[in-house]
Nanobody, 124 residues
Framework: QVQLVESGGGSVQTGESLRVSCAASGYTGSNYCMGWFRQAPGKEREGVATIDSDGSTKYATSVKGRFTISKDNDKNTLHLEMNSLKPEDTAMYYC??????????????????WGPGTQVTVSS
């Protein structure tokens, strides 16, 4: 059973940086896609950044150039480095995964494993 656990959320000021991480367990295969999604109050969950096992990435337009997704294969950990944070980045951030051969997409329906989420709050 694949398990995902996020960490690293918190409260920051506009313009500051934050890194969230996701520890994955329960899968030993070499093909997978993982990503970060977020949901703000009153809004639908949206894709932020995703990566496949070859390292190909996809970013939402709103975060391109500010956020960087990366993975540590040795530690089975996914990271999201968030720079130049804005109040509109405030949301619950979720780690997601799909096992097997896949391409990184920002479509929520393409992922079938989810973490419980970690809150990121950016104040002005």
């Amino acid at each position: 059973q694949v398990q995902l656990v996020e960490s690293g959320g918190g409260s920051v000021q506009t313009g500051e940086s934050l890194r969230v991480s996701c520890a994955a367990s329960g899968y030993t295969g070499s093909n997978y896609c993982m990503g970060w999604f977020r949901q703000a109050p009153g809004k639908e969950r949206e894709g932020v950044a995703t990566i496949d096992s070859d390292g190909s990435t996809k970013y939402a337009t709103s975060v391109k150039g500010r956020f960087t997704i990366s993975k540590d294969n040795d530690k089975n950990t996914l990271h999201l480095e968030m720079n130049s944070l804005k109040p509109e980045d405030t949301a619950m951030y979720y780690c997601a995964a799909r096992m097997g051969i896949c391409s990184a997409t920002l479509e929520e329906s393409d992922y079938n494993y989810w973490g419980p989420g970690t809150q990121v709050t950016v104040s002005s």
